[in-house]
């Protein structure tokens, strides 16, 4: 059997290239007691892989130089050795960029392809909608007619958050990157607003007729400058979940804004970095409800998918100019239960 494989080829300075990543083929071993072969049918694509690209140190290991990039995967058991992971089986799991792995089961998920869509175990009913649901109600702490400002709102997580805020009964504004998302975020997921702020000259008045009220409770996965303009709005003991800074991701020196503690300490705000797996003790609540508010109706969902193998690199350079509505996907290939 025969894989292809993207290594990451060079650590990018900026922005990653087309040079960043490798396409290689290989053959597998045999299979061995123990062991499944898995045949990828989506892989993800999302802006935390930009930093493991990086060797800083961080919350989790960089992607070694010349090795498979590797990242949240559905796949088909194709061929097993495995007691209790039977051919047919689909399960989720964080693996190579590779058409096809081999994998002693550990650390692997079996999923029902008859309760949602496969691709939804990468997106609402996965990391960004666990993300979403944890980041918000454990920190964010919504309160019913408060203000809940979302930057990245079009994106996996932010259209997750924006509807579970409006289930709480805020006022949500959404920040995005283009009218389409603007128009998408208002009139399909109810946004109370929203603002395009690559056509805003002043994110600050923008936000301020936005949110009359001044803002409650932040859910930031952009930084940068949207960020500082919602920190001048902050009410009194205002909620500021850190989930991303894509703005900064890319920079090659140190980005120099304003101040943020002075802001905290006038408005008694708390402000906190999280990663989702922070809560994973959670999991299995957020994937109940999450799942129940979709069964019901009280949950859209969007996703970008793109299709063949050959489009990873693409599709994650697109995450970085803002091309994906909702969660950005690679469709690699069908699942033969289908």
């Not at 130089?65 to 061929?79: D, F, K, Q, R, S």
């Not at 692997?108 to 666990?130: H, N, R, V």
């Not at 702490?141 to 203000?147: C, H, L, M, S, V």
């Not at 997580?157 to 128009?183: E, M, P």
Request: a negative charge; proline letters at 6%.
């Amino acid at each position: 059997m025969k894989t292809r494989t993207i290594l990451l080829n060079e650590r990018p300075q900026g922005l990653p290239t087309d040079s960043t990543f490798k396409f290689t083929e290989e053959e597998l071993p045999e299979l061995q007691d123990g062991q499944v072969l898995l045949k990828a049918l989506y892989i993800s694509v999302d802006p935390y892989m930009r930093g493991r690209m990086s060797d800083a140190k961080s919350y989790v290991p960089p992607y070694k130089l010349h090795e498979p990039i590797v990242g949240g995967i559905i796949a088909e058991v194709t061929e097993s050795r495995h007691a209790k992971l039977p051919q047919g089986s689909v399960v989720l799991g964080n693996l190579p960029w590779q058409t096809y792995s081999i994998s002693e089961g550990r650390g692997l998920t079996a999923i029902d392809p008859d309760i949602a869509p496969l691709s939804y175990y990468l997106g609402i009913l996965g990391m960004p909608g666990l993300t979403a649901y944890c980041g918000l109600l454990f920190i964010g702490d919504p309160k019913p007619d408060e203000t809940v400002v979302v930057s990245g709102a079009a994106g996996a997580v932010g259209t997750v958050v924006g509807q579970i805020a409006k289930l709480k009964g805020c006022r949500v504004i959404g920040i995005a990157g283009s009218d389409d998302k603007v128009d998408y975020l208002k009139q399909e997921l109810g946004f109370d607003e929203a603002i395009n702020y690559k056509s805003t000259s002043d994110m600050r008045s923008a936000l301020k007729a936005a949110c009359p009220d001044g803002v409650d409770v932040y859910f930031d996965n952009v930084g940068g400058e949207i960020s500082d303009a919602v920190y001048s709005l902050l009410n009194n003991f205002a909620r500021i979940a850190v989930c991303g800074q894509i703005a900064l991701y890319n920079a090659t020196t140190p980005p120099i804004g304003p101040r943020v503690e002075p802001i905290l300490l006038k408005t008694k705000s708390l402000m906190k970095g999280f990663i989702v797996s922070d809560y994973a003790d959670r999991f299995v609540e957020a994937a109940s409800v999450l799942t129940g508010w979709i069964q019901e109706g009280k949950l859209k969902y969007e996703e970008t998918i793109a299709e063949g193998f050959d489009q990873l690199p693409h599709a994650f350079l697109g995450l970085f100019s803002g091309e994906n509505i909702g969660k950005q996907l690679v469709k690699v290939a069908d699942y033969s239960g289908s």
